[in-house]
């Protein structure tokens, strides 16, 4: 009999005598024992892989009771159930039968004149063997960090060393199941996730571990059994689920040691003291190539961790500046520009691009404003301005994200502070000076009026005021700026300078 015992292997003893009554197309699963146990759920002291014996006392009578039997000791992955002829089994209910056929779950009958100790001696007799081979992985798994550091293997080459090595499929998930780890991949849709760490390892096809860290487990090692491959077993899946744990503290260290240096480098980029050759430099050790062009983005009222969630494993610089989170990271994470491409930080991988910007706009609350798209290492003067400009309209505007450069008004005016400056004061300075002497509302109302293709009834519901009110303070804006706002010129004229305030931070 093969070290990798099957359920077809018993079936073959002609000593066992075993017939199929139900399942047979799961005759290819693994054994890994044989236990006696006449309780009707068994499950919470299996491991998986087990023959469960029974002369049917745990068996329900009803068709109900009996498929749901079943179902528990397939989930719990049971290798098969091996029912005593001609004892205290009750009759085999049509749902049942048809469990264990769409399961494929082996529901075998043992004659009566064959002890069950049988069984269980040929089921320890041919995995004998196994457990030497068992052991051998064991401690081999045990160097797997030595690896790391004497051959310099990355993530994905470390485990795909551990498959070989343990007879399993490897995958790697947070508790949203998503990947843990750059280069392992996450159980495929539809596995179900253990509800909390105490939960069974054992699930149908292998096991299912946390993966330990501080303040509880950062997310789940599940582990399927690779056909044609000899499984060593689940102490050998444990000795993963800490080496994968062991990985990720690494992982993480370099990615705070990363995050830090990263607010150092994006302070001096704008207070501008980086001369272009050494900010391209240190862009680049960081994951930001010179051919590929970055946007600055002006995060306003967003957690810190869940704007680092939004842009998952893509290389990127971010600081903190009271409500204000600034971050420096390629255009096409947040545009998803096809012409310019995220270059991964060392083996990290990403969400597609764009993907970050979309995930941006999902959280609570945010108030985000992006750059137009610029070569690193280039001054952010100009696109500091005009992110903040940017998080500004998208604050007033309640969306989540705005791109400078989506109001094509914005086109026309120039990038210098003191031009815009001066269009400002030329245009809305009187009426600036009166809504701060008097504290009225009256460009602010002007702009809303604007925004909303000058529907009177909509603004006023905006401002919160009667539309009589707000004909008044369009009147009087009027009057202060010498501007009539029914005229093409003087409302083009206005239109703009309320753009060149806002971008100036002054509205």
């Given at each position: 009999m093969d070290t990798h015992t099957t359920v077809e292997d018993l079936l073959r003893s002609p000593a066992l005598q075993l017939r199929v009554v139900a399942g047979e197309r799961g005759l290819g699963r693994s054994v890994s024992w044989a236990h006696v146990s006449e309780l009707d759920d068994p499950t919470p002291w299996l491991l998986g892989a087990e023959v469960i014996m029974t002369t049917g006392i745990g068996v329900p009578r009803a068709a109900a009771a009996q498929r749901a039997y079943l179902e528990r000791l397939d989930d719990a992955g049971v290798a098969a159930l091996a029912l005593s002829a001609g004892l205290h089994v009750?009759?085999?209910?049509?749902?049942?039968?048809?469990?264990?056929?769409?399961?494929?779950?082996?529901?075998?009958?043992?004659?009566?004149?064959?002890?069950?100790?049988a069984i269980a001696q040929e089921v320890a007799a041919a995995v004998q063997e196994d457990a030497r081979q068992r052991l051998g992985a064991q401690l081999q798994v045990f160097g797997a960090l030595r690896w790391l550091a004497s051959e310099?293997?990355?993530?994905?080459?470390?485990?795909?060393?551990?498959?070989?090595?343990?007879?399993?499929?490897?995958?790697?998930?947070t508790p949203q199941g998503r990947p843990l780890l750059p280069g392992v991949p996450a159980p495929p849709p539809g596995v179900r996730l253990p509800a909390s760490a105490d939960a069974p390892p054992t699930i149908p096809g292998g096991f299912a571990l946390p993966v330990p860290a501080p303040g509880g487990p950062a997310g789940w090692l599940v582990a399927f059994e690779r056909q044609g491959a000899r499984p060593a077993g689940l102490a050998v899946v444990q000795h993963i689920a800490t080496v994968a744990a062991l990985r990720l503290a690494m992982v993480r260290s370099r990615r705070e040691t990363l995050r830090r240096?990263?607010?150092?480098?994006?302070?001096e980029l704008l207070q501008d003291v980086l001369d272009p050759e050494t900010a391209r430099r240190r862009l680049a050790l960081m994951g930001l190539l010179p051919d590929v062009e970055v946007v600055l983005l002006?995060?306003?009222?967003?957690?810190?961790d869940?704007?680092?969630?939004?842009?998952?494993?893509?290389?990127?610089l971010m600081l903190r500046r009271n409500r204000d989170l600034y971050v420096l990271t390629p255009a096409s994470v947040i545009t998803g520009d096809a012409g310019t491409g995220a270059a991964p930080r060392g083996e990290d991988g990403g969400a597609g691009a764009g993907e970050a910007g979309a995930a941006l706009r999902e959280i609570p609350g945010i108030a985000a404003g992006v750059s137009r798209p610029l070569p690193p290492g280039s001054s952010l003067r100009v696109a500091q301005r005009e992110a903040l400009w940017a998080a500004s309209r998208a604050a007033e505007s309640g969306r989540p994200l705005v791109t400078?450069?989506?109001?094509?008004?914005?086109?026309?005016?120039?990038?210098?502070?003191g031009v815009l400056a001066a269009l400002v004061e030329h245009v809305l300075g009187d009426a600036l000076r009166y809504d701060t002497a008097h504290g009225s509302d009256l460009v602010a109302s002007v702009r809303t009026w604007m925004e909303r293709d000058r529907r009177v009834d909509d603004a006023a519901r905006a401002l919160h005021v009667h539309p009589n009110t707000l004909a008044y303070r369009l009147r009087r804006f009027?009057?202060?700026?010498?501007?009539?706002?029914?005229?093409?010129?003087?409302?083009?004229?206005?239109?703009?300078?309320i753009r060149a305030a806002s971008q100036l931070g002054g509205l």
């Open positions: 009750p009759p085999l209910r049509r749902a049942f039968l048809d469990a264990a056929e769409e399961r494929g779950f082996p529901v075998l009958e043992v004659p009566l004149a064959v002890p069950f100790i310099g293997l990355d993530t994905a080459g470390l485990f795909q060393r551990l498959e070989r090595l343990s007879g399993y499929a490897i995958h790697l998930s240096q990263g607010a150092e480098t994006l302070a002006v995060a306003r009222d967003a957690e810190d869940a704007v680092v969630g939004a842009l998952g494993e893509h290389p990127h400078y450069g989506e109001d094509t008004t914005g086109r026309w005016l120039p990038d210098d502070v009027g009057a202060l700026t010498g501007r009539d706002l029914s005229a093409t010129g003087d409302f083009a004229e206005v239109w703009l300078a």
